[in-house]
């Protein structure tokens, strides 16, 4: 499953009609991390319905991968000092 069209191989794919997630099992750690983030990302976008060419769901699913979970850890800290300043 995880052979492109064009012969080539990839470390992850979600199969749109399936809606199957494949992941490489010669990935290991944060790399694997980023494959499974980016993958979870085009399965969100089925889920969700959101349709965009494949050029920008790709563009998506990488700025997600790489910086997502930075964003949203930075996101928990604003709002950990917000509350706690309220209080």
């Not at 191989?9 to 944060?30: C, L, Q």
């Not at 980023?34 to 085009?42: F, G, P």
């Amino acid at each position: 499953m995880l052979m492109r069209s064009d012969g080539t191989y990839t470390f992850g794919m979600t199969d749109r009609n399936t809606r199957d997630i494949y992941i490489s099992n010669m990935i290991h750690g944060n790399f694997y991390d980023r494959v499974l983030c980016h993958e979870l990302c085009h399965a969100f976008c089925l889920s969700y319905n959101l349709t965009m060419d494949i050029q920008t769901e790709e563009i998506v699913a990488d700025f997600l991968a790489t910086y997502g979970r930075e964003v949203f850890a930075l996101a928990d800290e604003l709002i950990r000092g917000i509350v706690g300043m309220a209080m």
